[in-house]
């Protein structure tokens, strides 16, 4: 847990303790803990999926409240809910953030909580960032690190509010926060605010080979901007986000397995095509649909290659104007970009 939680304003062993006392009154009553500490030794992943079929999903929420005093309280709830479509369990720490007062909320496998594991420490981590705004929308980021989750959000932040990145997780963060607070210094406007922060390890003790397939897998289901309307992730993620990254750079960047290593470069990338950090709306959800590729690729000559289509439709989700892309790839003429992008492309 001191892993994990690291760099939170948290009494991890207070936390612990806790945490420990419902893990008891669970083992007595159903003896699914010790089932869980089992599976740990024998491998963990290795072995099998985390389950229990006769059962819905297990989750223990923690939840710290501050008193009037500034005193801590945790208070902790054992639940099993039907309705997941996961079945692993896991831990719920809920938390407040006093700066923004908004609720924030940590989800860790509970599993990697409890003895019986092998060490955390130099593995990787897959990790969700998701940004709730008080609309009802949910923006979503996934990524790697082999350091703590929490010191990458911390990053993220500091991107969004001290650097002004141009990436669009840290734009979307700062966005939501300058409107969060200047709700609560009185202004009134429509702008969507921060209304929530939710971080979740979707997988630790990772290996990097499973690492990169697990956020592959996800960022394209969940989060890549050119396929999921408030996905945050620029690229893919996984090899094909390294490959995206070598044809951004021409093939000058080191193969960047972090996602941070990643991000940088993507920064560096940003800050040399300025306008390429602003998108273009209606872009993002059919910009990588294979049908323009095929309808570009196949036909007559002077065509453009596959290579060519799909950093065209990069660009585009980056923001590129036509005139930019063209000179990007070295198509004929903007008018052959038009067409890749046609109909969804705002010229």
Same mark, same amino acid.
């Given at each position: 847990m001191q892993y994990l939680m690291a760099g939170l304003f948290i009494n991890v062993k207070r936390c612990a303790d806790v945490l420990d006392g419902v893990l008891t009154g669970f083992n007595e009553k159903m003896g699914i803990p010790d089932q869980i500490v089992a599976w740990n030794a024998k491998g963990g992943n290795a072995t099998g999926p985390l389950s229990f079929p006769d059962h819905g999903r297990f989750i223990i929420e923690l939840t710290q409240s501050l008193l009037s005093d500034k005193r801590e309280l945790w208070t902790a709830a054992l639940l099993e809910k039907h309705d997941e479509k996961e079945? $692993?369990?896991? =831990?719920f720490i809920r938390m407040h953030s006093v700066s923004l007062d908004i609720p924030m909320r940590l989800e860790i496998p509970l599993r990697a909580v409890m003895k019986g594991g092998a060490s955390l420490k130099g593995t990787y981590s897959v990790y969700l960032h998701a940004l709730l705004a008080d609309d009802g929308t949910e923006f979503v980021y996934y990524g790697i690190t082999k350091r703590g989750w929490n010191i990458r959000f911390a990053e993220h932040t500091k991107a969004a509010v001290a650097e002004k990145s141009y990436r669009l997780f840290p734009r979307k963060l700062n966005e939501l926060i300058e409107a969060r607070v200047a709700q609560i210094s009185g202004k009134i406007d429509k702008k969507p605010k921060l209304a929530g922060i939710v971080s979740a390890l979707a997988g630790v003790g990772l290996s990097e080979d499973s690492a990169i397939d697990i956020e592959e897998y996800l960022v394209e289901k969940y989060s890549l901007s050119s396929r999921h309307l408030h996905g945050l992730n620029m690229i893919p993620g /996984? *090899? $094909?986000g390294i490959a995206a990254l070598h044809t951004l750079s021409s093939g000058t960047t080191k193969d960047p397995v972090e996602t941070e290593d990643r991000e940088l470069a =993507?920064?560096?990338y940003l800050n040399s095509h300025p306008q390429l950090g602003i998108p273009k709306p209606g872009v993002a959800e059919k910009w990588n649909d294979p049908t323009y590729a095929? $309808?570009?690729?196949? /036909? *007559?000559e002077n065509r453009l290659s596959a290579d060519q289509v799909r950093k065209i439709r990069y660009l585009a989700a980056l923001g590129g104007s036509p005139k930019q892309i063209k000179e990007e790839v070295g198509a004929i003429d903007e008018g052959q970009i038009q067409r890749v992008l046609a109909p969804v492309y705002e010229i």
């Open positions: 079945k $692993a369990p896991v =831990l /996984g *090899r $094909a =993507l920064d560096q095929e $309808a570009v690729i196949c /036909g *007559r």
